[in-house]
């Protein structure tokens, strides 16, 4: 019992681990689209 409940809890540490890294580098991936010149989708708060 107590094993299974080990295996239960590694793996959603896994799969959280994964989710944070996942939104990290989408994240990441964002900013440096946002950061490359020319590319002003939004309005950059002129009005």
């Not at 944070?20 to 900013?31: A, G, H, S």
């Amino acid at each position: 019992m107590k094993t299974g409940l080990g295996f239960v809890a590694a793996v959603n540490l896994i799969i959280w681990a994964g989710i944070t890294l996942y939104l990290f580098i989408l994240d990441r991936r964002l900013k440096k689209l946002e950061r490359r010149p020319g590319y002003r989708d939004h309005g950059g708060g002129d009005g």
